[in-house]
């Protein structure tokens, strides 16, 4: 499995951006999709996944309410609408990806995931 995030870029605070994940094969439809962010100096943190089970959609905490999550099997793409940017949002994004049914509990752990991109940057700043 490939998965290739692109859409990223320099935006002024309260901007919007829409990431995009292209992935092989069609785990978008199968399997778990997530997006993970990592600013510098900073942990990996989760902002979005999807339960399959329940189709319902996980945010982090700091992103909920801002940023949406949403998919296009037919594309095998998964997407990722930031509105309202903040400087915090800052990060290298990453999308992720596992042939698994994740549990809700899982969602959040990266470890979980056995597939990842490369990586798209946003910068947030005037």
């Known amino acids: 499995v490939q998965l290739q995030a692109s859409g990223g870029g320099l935006v002024q605070p309260g901007g919007s951006l829409r990431l995009s994940c292209a992935a092989s094969?069609?785990?978008?439809?199968?399997?778990?999709m997530a997006w993970f962010r990592q600013a510098p100096g900073k942990e990996r943190e989760f902002v979005a996944a999807r339960h399959r089970s329940s189709s319902r959609t996980c945010y982090g905490d700091s992103v909920k309410g801002r940023f949406t999550s949403s998919r296009d099997n037919a594309k095998n793409s998964l997407f990722l609408q930031m509105n309202n940017l903040k400087s915090e949002d800052t990060a290298i994004y990453f999308c992720?990806?596992?042939?698994?049914?994740?549990?809700?509990?899982?969602?959040?752990?990266?470890?979980?995931?056995?597939?990842w991109g490369q990586g798209t940057l946003v910068t947030v700043s005037s």
């Open positions: 094969g069609h785990i978008v439809s199968s399997g778990t």
């Open positions: 992720a990806a596992t042939a698994s049914n994740l549990i809700l509990s899982s969602l959040r752990d990266a470890l979980r995931y056995d597939y």
